[in-house]
């Protein structure tokens, strides 16, 4: 049976500290439209740059997930992806305008309870599995966690956590279909060691925390004057250890509430795949580390599953949107160097243009003189001219600038291009241009074939 994808009925917004900033933080959760996936958006910065949620923009995984991309930065994501991917949310834009989430009150309840408020509105478009079809192991040899997917017609966790705590002990978490995620997993707080806060505030860490959102364990009885302290430090009412080896601050809201919090951030941090799974998850001692490290891992047998180039359509009989003399104004370059005869289209974010392989190519004369084959290094030179000309474009004076290779990442050549070869090439900006720096995807096609890709990053300089 088809399942389609959903999105939230409205707009939601909270606001916070963040945990490890200290910094007050307003979060808005939007819609969005069908096949939008997880975004972020930074509001305080210039263009209000956005980012996909997904593994491969992790570079941070202390105390809580962190991702980058360019001048973007978000940190402890890890609780408002677990909301929106525990109650099946598939598309949203989540707008701050500081560099961390809120921490509320250390767990997904205040999210969950917001959005089940109005309801999802389903939308026309199917939602797309990431189906595990053989074992996937991954085991950390330094930490001894160890992350488990066996095939499943369903999504489940089975979470075991094992601090060789006397107070913890060994505790044990499931979810699965029958599973409520919003009683069951949502309202389960993080947990700290107390032994864990000193160094944490002087590593300039959960400069945000406070004892409204945290469990705290104290495995052994410590002097009063050290509760005393903590008190203190965080401003609120006399501390004392109770019997089970928690502090009085709060109450637990279940027995193994430590446990399920470690299953809720599986959740969330499995929710930078970009797809959800159907498969069923072991996981013992996990932690955000091995958490994305494994989800990086999935996300690559993803998009090798998944990916499919939007292959563009040339049309010889079509008016060019930029023709060779337009082509002219905007490059420097000229024959026998320019590797672009017409741009066919072009969007504030992509460009398509058209190179034609003739075989009075001067570079066929030696490459090569009974197999003439475009050079790959020409490929990416007229895959950078196409881009070039999407950014020039934009200037008010192209003439004046040039734009030169900064880094080509990933370059691939699936097949030659020989003469008689008309080569359609496809440029994406990845990232906006910022500081003279621009990032694109390159694919190059023959046909309904991909014979060229890349990743390629320029600068954009002032002719002198």
């Known amino acids: ?122 939308q026309d478009a199917e939602r797309i599995y990431f189906e595990v079809t053989e074992k ?87 002097p009063q004057e050290e509760l005393d302290h903590l008190a203190e430090l965080f401003h609120t009412n006399k501390l004392e250890r109770e019997p089970a080896g928690y502090l009085n601050h709060l109450e637990l809201r279940f027995t193994n509430e430590c446990a399920r919090h470690k299953l809720l951030d599986v959740i969330g941090d499995f929710a930078l795949i970009g797809f959800p799974l159907k498969g069923k998850i072991i996981a013992n001692k996990s932690g955000h580390q091995i958490n994305t490290h494994v989800a990086k891992m999935i996300r690559k047998m993803a998009k090798d599953r998944f990916s499919k180039p939007v292959i563009p359509q040339y049309d010889p009989n079509a008016e060019p949107v930029v023709d060779i003399n337009g082509i002219k104004k905007l490059l420097p370059h000229r024959p026998p160097f320019l590797m672009v005869d017409r741009i066919i289209e072009m969007t ?19 490459h090569f003189p009974e197999e003439p084959v475009m050079p790959g290094v020409l490929m990416i030179e007229a895959m ?46 990845t990232a906006p241009l910022r500081r003279s720096i621009v990032c694109m995807r390159g694919e190059a096609f023959v046909g309904n074939t991909l014979v060229c890709e890349g990743d390629m990053v320029a600068q954009v300089i002032k002719n002198k």
């Open 1 to 122: 049976m088809q399942i389609n994808q959903r999105t939230l009925k409205q707009s939601y917004t909270f606001k916070g500290k963040g945990l490890h900033t200290g910094l007050q933080v307003t979060m808005i959760v939007t819609p969005a439209e069908a096949n939008h996936g997880i975004k972020f958006m930074r509001t305080d910065i210039e263009g209000m740059p956005v980012m996909d949620a997904v593994s491969d923009y992790v570079t941070s995984t202390a105390r809580g997930t962190t991702i980058e991309h360019g001048a973007m930065k978000i940190s402890t994501i890890e609780h408002i992806l677990s909301s929106l991917q525990g109650l099946g949310i598939d598309n949203a834009l989540i707008k701050l305008d500081a560099p961390e989430a809120p921490i509320l009150d250390g767990s997904a309840k205040p999210y969950v309870d917001a959005f089940l408020a109005d309801g999802f509105e389903e």
């Open 136 to 222: 996937i192991h991954y085991r950390d040899p330094k930490t001894g966690a160890e992350i488990t997917i066996l095939p499943d017609d369903n999504y489940s966790v089975d979470l075991m956590i094992d601090f060789n705590s006397k107070v913890l002990g060994h505790q044990y978490a499931r979810f699965n279909s029958d599973s409520d995620y919003a009683t069951e997993i949502a309202p389960c707080r993080t947990f700290v060691f107390f032994h864990e806060i000193e160094p944490l505030f002087r590593n300039n860490l959960i400069k945000g925390g406070d004892l409204n959102n945290a469990i705290v364990i104290v495995e052994n009885p410590v």
């Open 348 to 366: 504030p974010d992509t460009v398509v243009g058209v190179k034609t392989i003739g075989v009075n190519e001067g570079f066929f004369a030696g």
């Open 384 to 429: 950078a001219q196409v881009g070039g000309i999407l950014v020039l474009s934009e200037l008010d004076e192209p003439e004046k600038y040039s734009t030169y290779f900064a880094k080509i990442d990933g370059v691939k050549f699936k097949r030659k291009v020989v003469p008689g070869d008309v080569l359609v090439i496809k440029l994406t900006l």
